[in-house]
């Protein structure tokens, strides 16, 4: 397949720390066999490379090497893969931290906060929707159990953490191995104090303190405590207060992890890969294999739509909560010089000062004007600046309605929200003294009693101090959240095995920023699963990762997918939800399990459609178990194009597999197993359009166990995918003009450092991964009518690449480390298809890309 690929003049350094498929220039890492002589190894690496970090674990030996230049690279690489004391080697790639953004406690200054203690009821709403509340009241905690944490540090100084660090702590055990400053480009710094950052109120951070929190938060003046109080901590921090993580130190941290003897790891470090094949991946598996659960965050890339979800370990997702915390300060109104009656909103940034009391004034009294103040507010309108301005929320940026305001004099406004979960407000615009938000009912009821002709005065009495205020979620409450993301992995594997809250939850943040704040994602739901482990592992006593896969996955409850608008009638994909959200006091208590935690039937090409899985009586007593299946909406990969369509926005319906089960009743005596044959029929759907589909077999036991099995399948071939798309463009701050083909002549240096001399350079676009992927010099005869393939240039070829948008600069040096001589030429970027051969010479396999022609000379 031919597609043209745009090559452009780039002024660009050849010392770029990170290339955009994330990988860490000139850095990888390495594993040594165990037991092999390392003489040859050092031999090759130490005169042109830096060993910055060592791994001597039980399950992983090896190093992170940093070459000194590329060509030194180029030339190792290649000679190391075929050394017998080199097990693997992989680029080291950086991973981004996981973005944090709570609704927090406060929104000035800390010192100033005074908060009103109103305890939440005493069934906290996330703990209520998985159970966790029933195994609280047995006394179960998780005691016994210690959680490791691959995280951004902790404040163990919170009170709700502990107050400590140390053995006899909350905060038992850990190790920062980065440093405050490091970013992920920079050396890092390590130490033995897994303190998390304390930074401006307006830049927060405390991402592995939240994380902390969900887990094993104390009882506090909010009311609620973790999911497993009683557990111990283990911290290991491998993001700085900026920027993000390499890989190696997610590698060593895990393996730190496991050999200070985690019982159960937890990382909330999602992405998007889609293989199984990076080191990462291989040191997580290894740890499972060897006994520790190792869960990991599906991601937050829902909008990115199928195959999208991160393949790490237990994947999870998100679910959205039943209640949504929402701190709050307090006001009070009064119509026409009436009475005072107080109300709560939400203080933004800047936030009302103490004494402001003001009449309101609105631009509109339709209270379902979808964009209303997105404009400039007509001339007519009179001087605001003694009135406090109510907008509806929608339809442009806070940022937009706050300008138009101001722009007439306003120096307050107040939003209010058009669903039932308000925002915090942060916003800069000169002038405004104050700006927040209150509840949608609130906001009409002032707009109505104005429209009536009435006069509506706010007074803002005690801004700093703060109330939290549970609202009932009634538009996504208990469904999968719709930024969780989706498989299947390139692969055909069911990700995420299952989901936990996820979505609005309240948990510690670091003292300096509050204390206390609400967050959403993944990484939310990890820790919160980790914490259900423990619960389990204390009720059950110990049970190896797969069982514990098995169990929870049998036992949790799938749900109607939502699209953070309105509610389908089919349950949600099972590449977006798993088997469902988990059910603790079921998982601490079931006696039968199932041997599978889930059935991927693979595409069309590869269809698995006879299989079996067995139900396993560990009680007592016989059971009888009545067998049916119900579908999962069915998810559309692509419309007409070859990218994936995002969520909201694919195409969903209510088209299901049949499933043909050998018994739909069947009595297994006690202590002992029947197995069940699964025979699957994909729907007749389109095939081009990669269709997943999905759904659970369902097992209602007469002991009254409910348990399901979920199931997932692709209509279409994988193999057959474009994965190469139809454009390339240039993604540079300094050139962005494509050259057309014989329009260009580069003149290179051989062993010049001067980044001003403009150099060829492309990108591609991926839009499904590729397991393989090369880029090669073409060279051209005089009248181009004949080509000869050169080699690789550089830092190809590559594997396992995800979906992305690669770019190369090319100084003329090629993967062999010799020069590419000058001529004329052309770049062809191949990509293997998935399930392809690299070795294959069948172009059916290959998607490929040429550039324009281009002439290259050495000065």
Not at 233 to 246: I, K
């Amino acid at each position: 397949m031919m597609r043209a690929l745009l090559l452009l003049p780039l002024v660009a350094s050849a010392a770029a720390e990170v290339a955009s498929n994330g990988v860490i220039q000139r850095s990888f890492i390495v594993e040594f066999e165990q037991g092999q002589d390392l003489s040859s190894y050092h031999s090759k690496v130490d005169p042109v490379a830096d060993t910055v970090k060592t791994f001597d674990y039980s399950l992983f030996k090896g190093a992170t090497i940093q070459f000194k230049n590329d060509e030194a690279a180029a030339l190792a690489v290649a000679e190391l893969r075929a050394l017998d004391s080199v097990k693997n080697i992989w680029p080291n790639r950086l991973h981004e931290r996981p973005e944090f953004n709570p609704t927090r406690v406060v929104t000035s200054v800390a010192s100033a906060l005074r908060v009103k203690r109103q305890a939440i009821n005493d069934t906290f709403s996330p703990h209520l929707e998985t159970q966790v509340d029933k195994l609280h009241a047995e006394g179960i905690t998780g005691k016994g159990v210690t959680i490791a944490i691959v995280d951004s540090g902790i404040d163990y100084n919170h009170p709700a953490l502990g107050g400590c660090f140390g053995p006899n702590c909350l905060v038992a055990r850990g190790h920062d191995f980065v440093g405050n400053n490091y970013t992920g480009f920079n050396d890092p710094i390590p130490d033995d104090d897994p303190m998390d950052c304390s930074a401006h109120l307006l830049d927060v951070k405390g991402h592995g303190t939240h994380v902390a929190g969900i887990i094993a938060a104390q009882p506090n003046e909010y009311g609620f405590t973790g999911a497993a109080p009683g557990v111990k901590l283990a911290v290991y921090r491998v993001f700085g207060c900026e920027g993000g993580a390499a890989e190696n130190e997610l590698v060593d941290a895990s393996m730190r992890a496991f050999e200070d003897g985690a019982d159960i790891i937890t990382a909330s470090v999602g992405g998007t890969g889609g293989w199984e094949e990076d080191v990462w991946s291989t040191v997580i598996n290894r740890i499972v294999q060897s006994g520790v659960p190792f869960l990991v965050a599906a991601g937050n890339e829902g909008s990115s739509g199928l195959f999208a979800s991160s393949v790490n370990g237990t994947a999870i997702a998100s679910y959205n909560t039943n209640k949504i915390p929402i701190f709050t300060s307090p006001a009070n109104f009064s119509v026409d010089d009436g009475s005072s009656q107080d109300i709560v909103y939400l203080r933004g940034t800047p936030g009302f000062a103490a004494g402001v009391r003001l009449p309101l004034w609105t631009p509109s009294f339709n209270t379902s004007e979808i964009a209303q103040g997105c404009s400039p507010l007509p001339d007519n309108t009179p001087d605001l600046s003694g009135n406090i301005v109510l907008i509806r929320r929608g339809g442009c940026t806070f940022l937009e309605k706050a300008q138009n305001a101001v722009a007439r004099g306003a120096r307050h406004v107040l939003l209010y929200d058009n669903g039932v979960i308000p925002a915090f407000v942060t916003v800069s615009v000169d002038g405004l003294a104050g700006i927040g938000m209150v509840m949608a009912e609130t906001g009409v009821n002032f707009v109505n009693t104005l429209a009536s002709g009435s006069e509506v005065v706010l007074e803002i009495v005690e801004p700093d101090v703060v109330q939290l205020v549970v609202i009932n979620n009634t538009v996504n409450g208990g469904h999968p959240a719709r930024d969780t993301s989706w498989s299947p992995t390139y692969e055909a594997k069911i990700k995420p095995q299952f989901g936990a809250p996820g979505g609005d939850i309240l948990s510690t943040i670091p003292l300096s920023q509050g204390g206390f704040g609400v967050d959403s994602g993944t990484s939310m739901a990890t820790p919160f699963a980790a914490a259900v482990y423990a619960l389990v592992r204390e009720s059950r006593g110990p049970l190896n990762p797969n069982t514990l896969e098995r169990l929870l996955s049998a036992t949790a409850n799938p749900n109607l997918l939502n699209d953070g608008v309105q509610t389908f009638p089919w349950l949600a994909p099972v590449a977006q939800q798993g088997a469902g959200i988990v059910q603790a006091w079921d998982a601490a208590h079931a006696v039968t399990f199932l041997s599978r935690p889930n059935i991927a039937f693979n595409d069309t090409d590869y269809l698995d459609d006879t299989t079996n899985f067995t139900i396993i009586n560990t009680g007592n007593e016989a059971v009888t178990y009545e067998i049916g299946t119900v579908g999962a909406a069915t998810a559309y990969t692509f419309s007409d194009g070859i990218v994936p369509d995002p969520f909201p926005g694919m195409t969903i319906d209510g088209t299901f597999a049949q499933l043909s089960l050998s018994d739909s009743r069947v009595t297994v005596p006690a202590r002992s197993e029947a197995a069940i044959t699964v025979i699957v029929t994909p729907p007749s759907i389109e095939a081009r359009r990669l269709p997943v589909y999905s759904g659970y077999i369902t097992l209602n036991a007469s002991n009254g166990e409910n348990l399901s099995l979920p199931y997932q399948g692709i209509v279409g071939s994988l193999n057959a995918q474009t994965v190469l798309g139809s454009w390339s463009v240039f993604a540079n701050a300094t050139s962005e003009v494509p050259i057309t083909s014989n329009g260009t002549l580069f003149t290179l240096s051989l062993n010049s450092t001067d980044t001003s001399v403009p150099i060829p350079a492309f990108q591609a676009e991926i839009v499904f991964g590729s397991p393989f992927m090369s880029v090669v010099a073409v060279r051209l005869s005089d009248d181009s009518s004949n080509t000869t393939v050169v080699g690789d240039i550089l830092d190809s070829p590559s594997r396992w690449e995800p979906r992305g948008s690669p770019f190369w600069n090319f100084n003329g040096r090629m993967a062999d480390d010799s020069f590419l001589p000058a001529g004329r030429y052309r770049m062809r970027v191949r990509a293997l298809h998935i399930f392809g051969d690299s070795e294959s010479l069948d172009e059916s396999q290959w998607d490929q890309i040429d550039s324009p022609d281009f002439e290259i000379r050495y000065a």
